[in-house]
Protein backbone atom coordinates (compact mmCIF):
# COMPACT_ATOMS: atom_id res chain seq x y z
CA UNK A 1 0.00 0.00 0.00
CA UNK A 2 1.12 3.31 -0.66
CA UNK A 3 1.08 6.11 2.06
CA UNK A 4 2.15 9.57 2.57
CA UNK A 5 3.71 10.87 4.82
CA UNK A 6 3.88 14.73 5.79
CA UNK A 7 5.98 17.21 8.14
CA UNK A 8 7.35 20.89 8.23
CA UNK A 9 3.85 21.86 9.39
CA UNK A 10 3.51 24.41 12.60
CA UNK A 11 2.63 27.68 13.60
CA UNK A 12 4.88 30.75 12.28
CA UNK A 13 4.42 34.44 12.52
CA UNK A 14 3.45 36.28 9.44
CA UNK A 15 6.08 37.01 7.28
CA UNK A 16 7.99 33.77 7.96
CA UNK A 17 8.81 30.57 6.72
CA UNK A 18 7.85 26.73 6.71
CA UNK A 19 9.08 23.83 4.37
CA UNK A 20 6.69 21.17 3.68
CA UNK A 21 7.80 17.70 3.25
CA UNK A 22 5.79 14.83 1.67
CA UNK A 23 7.76 11.50 1.54
CA UNK A 24 5.63 8.24 -0.35
CA UNK A 25 6.23 5.08 1.36
CA UNK A 26 5.53 2.20 -1.20
CA UNK A 27 5.94 1.24 -4.48
CA UNK A 28 5.37 3.99 -6.83
CA UNK A 29 7.10 3.31 -10.19
CA UNK A 30 4.93 5.66 -12.02
CA UNK A 31 4.27 9.17 -10.54
CA UNK A 32 2.14 11.28 -12.83
CA UNK A 33 2.50 13.73 -10.42
CA UNK A 34 2.35 15.11 -6.99
CA UNK A 35 1.30 18.51 -5.27
CA UNK A 36 0.19 19.94 -2.11
CA UNK A 37 -3.42 20.99 -1.17
CA UNK A 38 -4.87 23.16 1.65
CA UNK A 39 -8.26 23.68 3.24
CA UNK A 40 -8.93 26.78 5.47
CA UNK A 41 -12.05 26.46 7.76
CA UNK A 42 -15.09 27.47 5.96
CA UNK A 43 -13.66 26.97 2.56
CA UNK A 44 -13.00 24.17 0.18
CA UNK A 45 -10.26 22.44 -0.78
CA UNK A 46 -8.18 24.06 -3.23
CA UNK A 47 -5.22 23.48 -5.05
CA UNK A 48 -1.99 25.04 -3.79
CA UNK A 49 0.59 23.90 -5.98
CA UNK A 50 1.88 20.71 -8.27
CA UNK A 51 4.84 19.09 -10.02
CA UNK A 52 4.41 16.96 -12.39
CA UNK A 53 7.28 13.93 -12.99
CA UNK A 54 8.01 15.86 -15.76
CA UNK A 55 8.72 19.09 -13.97
CA UNK A 56 6.45 21.17 -14.73
CA UNK A 57 5.07 23.10 -12.03
CA UNK A 58 1.44 24.85 -11.35
CA UNK A 59 0.31 27.20 -9.02
CA UNK A 60 -2.33 28.74 -7.32
CA UNK A 61 -2.36 32.56 -8.18
CA UNK A 62 -2.75 33.66 -4.35
CA UNK A 63 1.04 31.56 -4.47
CA UNK A 64 2.37 32.15 -7.23
CA UNK A 65 5.26 34.74 -6.07
CA UNK A 66 5.65 32.87 -2.16
CA UNK A 67 5.34 29.48 -2.99
CA UNK A 68 8.04 26.94 -4.68
CA UNK A 69 7.27 23.41 -4.86
CA UNK A 70 9.92 20.94 -5.79
CA UNK A 71 10.92 17.41 -5.61
CA UNK A 72 13.52 15.16 -4.51
CA UNK A 73 15.94 13.47 -7.14
CA UNK A 74 14.04 9.92 -7.11
CA UNK A 75 10.63 11.83 -7.53
CA UNK A 76 9.43 9.95 -4.70
CA UNK A 77 8.79 12.93 -2.53
CA UNK A 78 7.48 16.66 -2.93
CA UNK A 79 8.26 19.58 -0.84
CA UNK A 80 6.78 22.34 -0.17
CA UNK A 81 8.90 26.07 0.15
CA UNK A 82 6.58 28.66 1.48
CA UNK A 83 7.81 31.95 2.33
CA UNK A 84 6.25 35.71 2.95
CA UNK A 85 3.62 33.22 4.63
CA UNK A 86 0.09 35.23 5.75
CA UNK A 87 -2.48 34.78 7.62
CA UNK A 88 -4.81 33.78 5.05
CA UNK A 89 -2.57 30.52 4.22
CA UNK A 90 -3.64 29.32 7.29
CA UNK A 91 -5.65 26.06 6.39
CA UNK A 92 -4.40 22.20 6.39
CA UNK A 93 -2.59 21.31 3.94
CA UNK A 94 -2.74 17.98 2.22
CA UNK A 95 0.11 16.21 -0.01
CA UNK A 96 -1.41 14.68 -3.08
CA UNK A 97 -0.46 12.09 -4.82
CA UNK A 98 -1.18 10.41 -8.84
CA UNK A 99 0.02 7.26 -9.67
CA UNK A 100 -0.44 5.37 -13.15
CA UNK A 101 -1.84 1.92 -11.85
CA UNK A 102 -2.47 -0.91 -14.24
CA UNK A 103 -5.77 0.14 -15.54
CA UNK A 104 -5.85 3.49 -14.38
CA UNK A 105 -4.73 6.57 -12.34
CA UNK A 106 -4.83 6.15 -8.38
CA UNK A 107 -4.60 8.89 -6.05
CA UNK A 108 -3.44 8.94 -2.66
CA UNK A 109 -4.06 11.88 0.03
CA UNK A 110 -1.25 12.33 3.19
CA UNK A 111 -3.49 13.10 6.29
CA UNK A 112 -2.76 16.97 5.98
CA UNK A 113 -0.88 18.96 8.63
CA UNK A 114 -1.21 21.87 10.06
CA UNK A 115 0.08 25.19 8.96
CA UNK A 116 -0.94 28.54 11.43
CA UNK A 117 0.42 32.15 10.46
CA UNK A 118 -0.14 34.32 13.45
CA UNK A 119 0.01 38.27 12.58
Known amino acids: QVQLVESGGGLVQAGGSLRLSCVVLGNTLSIDSMGWYRQAPGKQRELVAT???????KYAVSVKDRFTISRDNAKSAVFLQMNSLEPEDTAVYYC?????????????WGPGTQVTVSS
Open 96 to 108: DLILWGPTSKLEY
Open 51 to 57: ITSGGST
